[in-house]
C-alpha cells in the first residue's frame, strides 16, 4: 500500500529540497526544471526496494512539486525526469533517480555513477559542541593558512592514526598527522581540500562511460582531489572513519559523515584553529548522475555553439548568473556555516561566477558572519581578475607572489630566489611582495595588503621540495628518483633555498599559506600501486588522481628534514608576535637603494599604531658574500641565515656579511 499524496495550492513559500510541517506529519517536495514534460518523485524504503513512485505538479517558474502525507523519515527518494520533445535532444535521460541537488544525506554506490538517492533527515541528530564557537578573526592577516587534503594527513603508517583517511583520524590525538601537526607547527587556519560529496571515481581507464566517452588520461580511474562536486549540501561520506570502500558496495554512512566533520570542526576550534573549506562552483562532475545535469543541464550551464562552455576545463561550466543556481550556491554556503560552524571558503577558478553571485554570496554570509574568510582563486582559463575581487572586499590566492618568489617553471622560469632578476622577479616586484603586493606598485595586485593571500606551494603544481630539485637537478625531468628513502631529504643547498622562500613568505605583508609538506620540502614521487603507471618513481606535478603514497604525507621526512620543519616553526611565531610583519603600511617598509639586484635590503619602520620596533630584513640570492652597515646603532640578530633565534638573539652594529644565498633578519634594541 503506497503513501497518499496531494498537491499544494503554490510552492512560492517553500524552499527546494523537502519540507517537513510538523503540525500535520508530512512532507513537500519541490525541485526545478524548465525541460521535464513530466518529473516523478521515487520513493524507497532501503536503497533497493522501491515503495512508490508518485507524478509531480509543475508550477510557476519551472518549479515542480507534491506533497506525501507521511513524515518519510529515513527513506529514499530520486527523480525521474521525462523531457519535453525540443528539448530532448540535448537531455541526458536516466532510467536510474536522481538525487535531489538540495540533499544533505544521500545513500550512493561506489563506482563512477554514484548512483545516490537522497535520505530523508528532518532532523540533525544532536551534537555537543562542547562550548565551541567559530574562528573568524577581524583582519585575515592575523592568519597562517595550512593547506591539505584530509587523506593526505593520515594516509601514511608515519601518522600512526587509529582511524586513517578520515574525518576522525584527522582529530586523533594519538596520531602525528592532522590536527596534531597543525598544532605542534603553530598555524591558526586550515584549510581542507574540498569535503563536500564529489565524484569519488572516474570510468575505468580505457573504458566507455554511458554518455559515450572514454577514460584515456586516467590510469587510476578516481579523482583524489575532489574537484568534481556532485552534490553541494552533503559532505562527502567517503571520510567516515569505518566506510566500506570497496568497488560497488552501497554507501549509508552520512549521517557519520555529519558527527564526524563537526567533530573535526569541534577539535580544530578548541585549539583556536580557523577550519576553511575548499569549494567548487565553476563546474559540477562529469561522470555521476549529477542532479544538475540530469534535472536540467539547458538552465544550470553555460552553452555555445551547441555545447557546454568549457573555461573550467572540464566541459559544464556552471550558470551562476541564472538565478536557481545562485540560490543553490548561496543557501548551501550558508548550511555548511550554520551546520557545520565552517570558519570560511577558497572558491576554485572562483572568476567563473559572476559578479552578481560574488556579491550575493558576501552579502548573504556577512549579514550573519561578518568576518567569514572568502578567498577566490580569481582566474580560470583566459580570465584574471584578483583585483576586481579585493575592490569586492574578497581575498584572493596571490600567484604573482609564487611566480615571482619561486618561479613557474623549474630551472626554465625560475623567481627571485633563484638569482632571477627579470620580470615578476624584479627586485622592485619582490619589494612590493613584501608590502603586500600593493596595486600602485611594480606588479601589484591588491589595494591593501589584507587581500592578498601569499603562498608559494599549493596542491597544484609541482611541490616547492620539487621545484628546488629539479631546478638543481634538471635530469629528473626525464628520469625516475634513484633512491625514493633518500631523494627526500634535504641538502644544505637545497635548504638555502627553502629558507629564503620561507622567509619572504612568512615576513610579507598579507595572509601567508604553507601547503602540506611545505615545511620539511615534501617530495611528490609517484609511488607503486596496482595501477601500471608508466611514470612509477618520476616526480608529480599534477596528483590528483592517486590514493596512495605519492600523496600521503610521510611524517618520517619531517624528522629527517626537521631543521627546516623548525625553521618554519620559528618563523610563525615570529610573525603571530610582531605585528610588523602582518600588517604594516608600505610607506613604512622602506627598500634600501644603492644595492645590486640580487641583494634587497628592507626597514621595517616603526608605527604608531603597530610596533614600536625597528627590523631589517637582508636576503642574498647572488653567488657571493654582501655585506650591509646598520652604523652605530645595535641589533638583535633573529635570523642568522640558518636559524631563527627568538630567545637569546645576538647582538651586531656596524658592517653585517650576509652570506651567499642566505637571509637575515635585525631587530633594532631599544634605548
Known amino acids: 500500500m503506497g503513501f497518499a499524496f496531494s498537491y499544494p495550492d503554490d510552492l512560492s513559500g517553500i524552499k527546494p529540497g523537502y519540507t517537513l510541517d510538523k503540525e500535520d506529519n508530512q512532507v513537500t517536495f519541490k525541485v526545478f526544471s524548465s525541460v521535464a514534460r513530466q518529473l516523478t518523485l521515487q520513493v524507497f524504503k532501503s536503497y533497493d526496494e522501491h515503495v512508490q513512485t508518485i507524478p509531480l505538479r509543475k508550477y510557476d517558474n519551472h518549479f515542480w512539486g507534491v506533497t506525501i502525507l507521511n513524515s518519510l523519515d529515513d527513506h529514499l527518494y530520486g527523480y525521474r525526469l521525462y523531457p519535453a520533445e525540443k528539448h530532448a535532444h540535448r537531455i541526458p535521460v536516466s532510467e536510474e533517480p536522481i538525487a535531489d541537488p538540495y540533499s544533505t544525506h544521500i545513500v550512493w554506490k561506489h563506482d563512477f555513477m554514484q548512483r545516490p538517492l537522497t535520505k530523508i533527515v528532518h532532523k540533525s541528530e544532536w551534537f555537543d559542541w562542547q562550548g565551541t564557537d567559530y574562528v ?165 550551464f553555460r552553452w555555445q555553439n551547441g555545447g557546454m562552455e568549457s573555461n573550467s576545463g572540464c566541459g559544464n561550466d556552471l550558470k551562476t548568473e541564472f538565478p536557481v543556481s545562485r540560490q543553490l550556491i548561496v543557501d548551501s554556503l550558508c548550511y555548511w556555516i550554520e551546520e557545520f560552524k565552517i570558519d570560511g571558503f577558497r572558491f576554485d577558478l572562483a572568476a567563473l561566477l559572476d559578479w552578481e553571485t560574488i556579491d550575493s554570496i558576501k552579502d548573504a554570509l556577512k549579514k550573519r558572519f561578518p568576518h567569514v574568510l572568502l578567498i577566490s582563486e580569481p582566474w580560470f582559463y583566459g580570465g584574471y581578475t584578483p583585483t576586481e575581487f579585493a575592490d569586492k572586499g574578497w581575498s584572493a590566492w596571490n600567484d604573482r607572489f609564487r611566480n615571482g618568489v619561486k618561479g613557474i617553471e623549474p630551472h626554465a622560469q625560475t623567481g627571485y630566489i633563484f638569482g632571477n632578476t627579470n620580470g615578476l622577479a624584479s627586485k622592485s616586484s619582490v619589494h612590493n611582495y613584501l608590502c603586500g603586493t600593493l596595486t600602485y606598485k611594480m606588479n601589484g595586485l591588491f589595494p591593501s595588503s589584507r587581500y592578498s593571500v601569499n603562498y608559494i606551494e599549493s596542491h597544484d603544481g609541482y611541490t616547492f621540495g620539487d621545484f628546488i630539485r629539479l631546478t638543481l637537478n634538471p635530469d629528473y625531468f626525464n628520469k625516475p628518483v634513484d633512491d625514493p628513502d633518500t631523494f627526500p631529504i634535504l641538502s644544505p643547498e637545497e635548504l638555502k633555498y627553502h629558507k629564503l622562500g620561507a622567509v619572504l613568505l612568512m615576513l610579507s605583508q598579507g595572509t601567508p599559506m604553507l601547503h602540506a609538506g611545505q615545511e620539511w620540502g615534501r617530495s611528490k614521487i609517484i609511488a607503486e600501486d596496482d595501477i601500471s603507471d608508466p611514470k612509477v618513481g618520476y616526480l608529480d606535478h599534477d596528483s590528483y588522481n592517486k590514493d596512495n603514497e605519492t600523496n600521503y604525507l610521510n611524517f618520517d621526512f619531517a624528522d629527517k628534514n626537521e631543521e627546516l620543519v623548525q625553521f618554519y616553526r620559528d618563523l610563525i611565531t615570529l610573525r603571530k608576535e610582531h605585528p610588523s610583519f602582518r600588517k604594516l603600511d608600505a610607506s ?84
Open 136 to 300: 573568524q578573526l577581524d583582519d585575515p592577516r592575523d592568519l597562517v593558512i595550512y593547506e591539505t587534503h584530509l587523506c593526505d594527513q593520515t594516509g601514511h603508517n608515519s601518522s600512526q592514526s587509529a582511524h586513517p583517511k578520515s574525518y576522525l583520524g584527522f582529530v586523533d590525538p594519538q596520531a602525528r598527522g592532522g590536527l596534531q601537526h597543525l598544532k605542534n607547527l603553530g598555524v591558526n587556519a586550515v584549510e581542507l581540500l574540498p569535503l563536500q560529496k564529489f565524484s569519488v571515481y572516474e570510468p575505468p581507464y580505457m573504458q566507455t562511460s554511458p554518455d559515450g566517452s572514454m577514460n584515456t588520461w586516467n590510469f587510476y580511474g578516481r579523482n583524489y582531489w575532489g574537484y568534481m562536486t556532485s552534490l553541494y549540501f552533503s559532505p562527502e561520506s567517503f571520510y567516515s572513519s569505518d566506510v566500506e570502500q570497496q568497488r560497488k558496495v552501497v554507501n549509508d554512512s552520512s549521517k557519520q559523515a555529519h558527527r564526524e566533520l563537526k567533530t573535526l570542526v569541534r577539535e580544530c576550534h578548541k585549539e583556536n584553529i580557523s577550519v576553511i573549506i575548499d569549494v567548487v562552483y565553476n563546474h559540477v562532475s562529469n561522470y555521476d548522475l549529477n542532479p544538475l545535469r540530469y534535472l536540467d543541464p539547458i538552465s544550470y
Open 588 to 671: 613604512h617598509i622602506k627598500l634600501w637603494q644603492n644595492q645590486d639586484d640580487r641583494h634587497l635590503t628592507v626597514t621595517y619602520e616603526p608605527h604608531s599604531t603597530i610596533s614600536e620596533n625597528e627590523y631589517i630584513l637582508s636576503l642574498n640570492v647572488d653567488e657571493h658574500d654582501k655585506e650591509i652597515d646598520v652604523g652605530e646603532n645595535t641589533y638583535h640578530l633573529i635570523i642568522n641565515g640558518k636559524n631563527v633565534n627568538l630567545k637569546s638573539p645576538e647582538l651586531f652594529s656596524g658592517k653585517i656579511t650576509v652570506k651567499a644565498h642566505e637571509v637575515i633578519l635585525l631587530m633594532k634594541l631599544h634605548d
